[in-house]
């Protein structure tokens, strides 16, 4: 079992930064786990934002937020960021962090999931 717990959503400008963590728990040492981070707009599907590994840190992005974004993860691989600057306010979503045993990007292929967290961003 993994447990995630989002926490650093908010209201911001368009413009501006903020990061989310993402605390990761559970049965993870030395195991090989794909963290992600999706969100979901009102009335839209879910969607993936960025993706990284436990084990050699390869990230992936949506073209939506590529170069705007940044994930990572702490060396105890026991939390995961997203850094989000200049933020749009189609950026306006719940933020939600994953996690899958084995490599992929689909949102449904992902077992664990946190509760989420709110990002607002005010034109």
């Known amino acids: 079992q993994v447990q995630l717990v989002e926490s650093g959503g908010g209201l911001v400008q368009a413009g501006g930064s903020l990061r989310l963590s993402c605390a990761v728990s559970?049965?993870?040492?030395?195991?090989?786990?794909?963290t992600g981070w999706f969100r979901q707009a009102p009335g839209k599907e879910r969607e993936l934002v960025a993706v990284?590994?436990?084990?050699?840190?390869?990230?992936y992005y949506s073209g939506s937020v590529k170069g705007r974004f940044t994930i990572s993860k702490n060396d105890a691989k026991t939390t995961v960021y997203l850094q989000m600057n200049t933020l749009k306010p189609e950026d306006t979503a719940v933020y939600y962090c994953?996690?899958?045993?084995?490599?992929?990007?689909?949102?449904?292929?992902?077992?664990?999931w946190g509760q989420g967290t709110q990002v607002t961003v005010s034109s």
């Open positions: 559970g049965r993870t040492f030395s195991r090989y786990i794909v």
């Open positions: 994953a996690a899958r045993d084995n490599w992929g990007i689909a949102p449904n292929d992902f077992t664990y």
């Open positions: 990284i590994t436990s084990i050699g840190g390869t990230t």
